[in-house]
Every structure is written in structure tokens, then in C-alpha cells.
């Protein structure tokens, strides 16, 4: 069964560094998703994504964050100077169309010191 | 902000019996209601919708019972299996708006005993 995909697992990183999070969608998935949850939280949603524009994107998702499709596979969000309350677990998901079901990825882990 | 919330931090079952887990929303425009499972160090996976033209949708031991006057939307597991011990959110998205975002619950974390 196709399975969204999610490296590295645990990324951690120096408080100002950048770090990208990659995510390889399902094959013929057309819409991308990025979400987080917070230790303790609720899951957030991060921002949207369909041919090679944000389709929408959550108050979080400021001028520090960036989400791209580098190739045909790969879906990143990189952030570009890392704050301690960064840390929480990743989530990229993926839907084939625009209302269909989001399959999510294991997620990766960041820790911010 | 609490557009969908899960009451219920934590349930507890006996294993063969029934679990329900219960949903409430506020926001109207919501159409599209999706529960999600989660183990721990794992991503969400889905496991059952419905949409708002609908008040029931079954898929093998789930079925998700919607009550759109009532914003409140269930869960119902029959019968219960330890392996369903697990945390479960619910979702909710009003896809005439562009993005298509899940606006998800708080959690309720399921614990089925043998």
C-alpha cells in the first residue's frame, strides 16, 4: 500500500540554525500537506500546497518557514532560523484531489536546543 | 481556538465491548469530518469519513454517526480489540475553502483491556 514518507525521523538542531524536513508523497497525490503538533497539543495545520503554489497557509507559518517541491518526489519544508518553540512533531500529508482523505507521513521529530 | 473539540482526554474498555468516542465542532462550514488513528512515534492514519450530506458511513467494526444540528459527530468501535488502543482524533475541513485544512481535535486516548 503507498505510503507517505517522512526523513529524517528526529532532526535536532542549534536555536538560528536552518533545517529542512523532507517528505515524499504518495505517487499520484497532487496535493500536499505540512502539519505540526506541539508536545502536548493539538495537531496544526502549517500550510497547503498544489501545483507548485500555497494554496493556504496557517497563522504559524510565517516568513521563517518555506515549503517546496524540488523534483517529482520530494516535498521540504525548511526553516530558515529555528526557534526553540519549533520543536514538535512534523507531519506531511498528501490527498489525491482537493477533497479527498490526507494520508499522513510518520512525521520527524524536532528538537530545538 | 477550539472549532473541534474532544471532551474525553482518555477512555477505557473492556475488550469485545463497544467504544464510542465523541467529537463536538463549532464551525458551521465544516462539511468533511475524518477520524484518525495515532501510536505513538507514528503519523495519523486514517480510518474512517464522512461527509455532511450524510449521517452514517460504516466500514467494518467502525462507523461514524454524524448529528449536524447537535456539531457533534461519534465514533463507534464494535467490537473493541486491545490492538485499537490508540489515540484518536478527529478532523474536520470545509473544503469549499481553498487549502482543503483538517482542523483537528484534541485527542482521545483509547484503552482496550484484554
Known amino acids: 500500500e503507498p505510503e507517505v514518507t517522512q526523513t529524517p525521523s528526529h532532526q535536532v538542531t542549534q536555536m538560528g540554525q536552518e533545517v529542512i524536513l523532507r517528505c515524499v508523497p504518495i505517487s499520484n497525490h497532487l496535493y500536499f500537506y505540512w502539519y505540526r503538533q506541539i508536545l502536548g497539543q493539538k495537531v496544526e495545520f502549517l500550510v497547503s500546497?498544489?501545483?507548485?503554489?500555497?494554496?493556504?497557509k496557517s497563522e504559524i507559518f510565517d516568513d521563517q518557514f518555506s515549503v517546496e517541491r524540488p523534483d517529482g518526489s520530494n516535498f521540504t519544508l525548511k526553516i530558515r532560523s529555528t526557534k526553540l518553540e519549533d520543536s514538535a512533531m512534523y507531519f506531511c500529508?498528501?490527498?489525491?484531489?482537493?477533497?479527498?482523505?490526507?494520508?499522513f507521513g510518520p512525521g520527524t521529530r524536532l528538537t530545538v536546543l | 481556538d477550539q472549532q473541534v473539540k474532544q471532551n474525553s482526554p482518555s477512555l477505557s474498555v473492556q475488550e469485545g465491548r463497544i467504544s464510542i468516542l465523541n467529537c463536538d465542532y463549532t464551525n458551521s462550514m465544516f462539511d468533511y469530518f475524518l477520524w484518525y488513528k495515532k501510536y505513538p512515534a507514528e503519523g495519523p492514519t486514517f480510518l474512517i469519513s464522512i461527509s455532511s450530506i450524510k449521517d452514517k458511513n460504516e466500514d467494518g467494526r467502525f462507523t461514524v454517526f454524524l448529528n449536524k444540528s447537535a456539531k457533534h459527530l461519534s465514533l463507534h468501535i464494535v467490537p473493541s480489540q486491545p490492538g485499537d488502543s490508540a489515540v484518536y482524533f478527529c478532523a474536520a475541513s470545509a473544503p469549499h475553502n481553498a487549502g482543503n485544512m483538517l482542523t483537528f481535535g484534541g485527542g482521545t486516548r483509547l484503552m482496550v483491556k484484554p
Open positions: 500529508a498528501s490527498s489525491e484531489d482537493y477533497t479527498d482523505t490526507q494520508y
Open positions: 500546497f498544489y501545483n507548485n503554489e500555497i494554496s493556504e
